[in-house]
């Protein structure tokens, strides 16, 4: 599955759909108001995924035998952090 | 082809079932109620396959409908007065998601002080929600609202939800002979719903997205555009309806003797057909009236109003509404229509059948009478002295 997110830029009338619905792709990069940004530690991480279950935004990934995050969705919530039983998850400063 | 004999509810029932919806979602509130109890008495007895589902309140009536809308299902929901009230948040989500779901409203008076009567300040108070609003003068024409909203609400130009307005009581509860056509005929006239706009497994999409100041102003635009081309699709929709059941419908509004009239009585709703007898009274006695009934509020009939009155010397906007602090909101949408066509005609608002009391013959006489030299003046109709 592709899951690669376009920003595209909308600047016609006609690149407006009727209703607000679109192909996936279309949804513009969305996380401007996170401070901390989470990061994996793959040696205690064994790929459980429940961090991709419970991600209200959808912006964590499978990879492999582990997960990645989608920066460009992530609200910085931390709820992936709080359900991680292998404290697999912590949160850094953006720089 | 088979005449029956149906309160206006049950005429609206008799259309939503020959339109066959998918789903049904709504919660009981009188006067709304015996039109949920016919459609749920079909159900259960296995003449109308509906998904027909039981929900806690008005709010979730209309999320139940928005989300099978939003799977490609045609969809019906009913209710009146604190429930439309109550389901005001969920209506824009329907209207802005451009799901073309139909609503029967029952007009009611709205709370405080409490009253189950009809008046029209439940749907009036909504105009700006972004719904079709038609407004029924007779069961007759309920059942043929009921066949229409489906097809006009779901045309790929509109695609915007539809609410069919019924008069508390005084139609929804009156009984009438009703003409119910065949379905056959109904499936010939009402073709499948088809959108773009829907969750599918073959084509998937994100729907019902946020959209920010860079592009919110594009889609309240497409959002209006869809809302001005139900007048389009309204005269194509009756033309096809005279087609195929015989019955002739004239698009926003219905002109009655308008042609030659001084005076004329813009109103909406049942007590048009009194207003109709009224006209052909003084007619009858050789005084120049007549009678315009809006037969829908959204999108509004600016350009057939001003056509219908330019030679006219006076009207009197007659409703079941006040805007606190104002006037009629009706009255308000006609004198803008009037005004961008430059007519200098007098026009005065008058108030009444608030709360379900009876507007009479004599008193609309009296407005007749009153428009000879009428000023603009708020009037409450019937109201005790001191």
Not at chain 2, 31 to 54: C, M, N, R, W, Y
Not at chain 2, 247 to 253: A, D, E, H, K, P
Not at chain 2, 267 to 281: E, F, I, R, Y
Request: proline content about 3%; charged content about 25%.
């Amino acid at each position: 599955m592709k899951v690669e997110l376009l920003k595209r830029d909308i600047d016609k009338l006609s690149d407006i759909p009727f209703a607000p619905f679109a192909k996936p792709g279309h949804t513009t990069v969305n996380s401007g108001f996170r401070t901390e940004k989470p990061v994996c530690d793959r040696t205690k991480c064994n790929g459980c995924s429940l961090c991709y279950l419970y991600c209200p935004d959808g912006a964590i990934v499978k990879d492999g035998k582990g997960i990645k995050f989608d920066l460009g969705f992530c609200k910085g919530c931390r709820i992936c952090k709080k359900i991680c039983k292998k404290g697999a998850i912590s949160f850094e400063v953006e720089k | 082809m088979a005449r029956k004999f149906l309160s206006g509810n049950e005429a609206f029932a008799y259309g939503v079932k020959k339109a066959r919806p998918h789903v049904i979602s709504a919660y009981p509130i009188t006067p709304q109620t015996t039109v949920v109890e016919a459609l749920a008495t079909f159900v259960t007895k296995g003449d109308l396959k509906s998904e027909f589902i039981h929900v806690e309140s008005e709010h979730s009536a209309l999320s139940a409908a928005i989300g099978a809308s939003a799977v490609g299902a045609r969809t019906f929901t009913a209710t009146s007065s604190q429930g439309l009230l109550y389901m005001a948040e969920c209506l824009t989500y329907a209207s802005g998601g451009r799901f073309p779901i139909v609503m029967m409203n029952a007009n009611r008076s709205v709370a405080l002080p409490w009253n189950i009567y009809g008046d029209q300040r439940d749907s009036l108070s909504l105009l700006d929600t972004g719904w079709i609003q038609a407004y029924a003068k007779d069961a007759q024409e309920a059942f043929d609202l009921a066949l229409m909203s489906f097809y006009i609400a779901e045309h790929k130009d509109v695609s915007t939800p539809f609410m069919a307005n019924l008069d508390g009581f005084t139609l929804t509860h009156t009984y009438e002979s009703v003409e119910i056509a065949d379905d056959k005929t109904v499936d010939e006239f009402l073709p499948a719903f088809k959108t773009e706009n829907k969750l599918d497994l073959d084509d998937p999409k994100n729907l019902g997205f946020s959209a920010g100041p860079d592009t919110n102003t594009e889609f309240k635009y497409l959002e209006h555009i869809g809302v001005q081309n139900t007048v389009k699709v309204i005269l194509e929709c009756e033309d096809r309806f005279y087609k195929h059941f015989n019955r002739r419908y004239t698009g926003l509004v219905e002109d009655y003797r308008c042609d030659d009239a001084d005076f004329v009585i813009v109103t909406l709703g049942t007590v048009a057909g009194l207003v109709q007898d009224v006209v052909d009274a003084l007619r009858a006695e050789g005084k120049k009236v007549g009678l315009l009934r809006l037969r829908y509020i959204r999108p509004f009939p600016n350009e057939e109003i001003a056509k219908a009155l330019k030679n006219v010397k006076a009207i009197g906007v007659l409703e079941k509404d006040i805007s606190f602090g104002n006037e009629g909101t009706v009255y308000t949408n006609v004198n803008s229509a009037l005004k961008k066509a430059n007519l200098t005609l007098r026009s005065s608002n008058y108030i009444a059948g608030l709360g379900g009391r009876d507007i009479s013959k004599d008193e609309i006489k009296d407005i007749f009478n009153d428009l000879k030299d009428s000023d603009s003046k708020v009037k409450f109709i019937g109201l005790k002295g001191e």
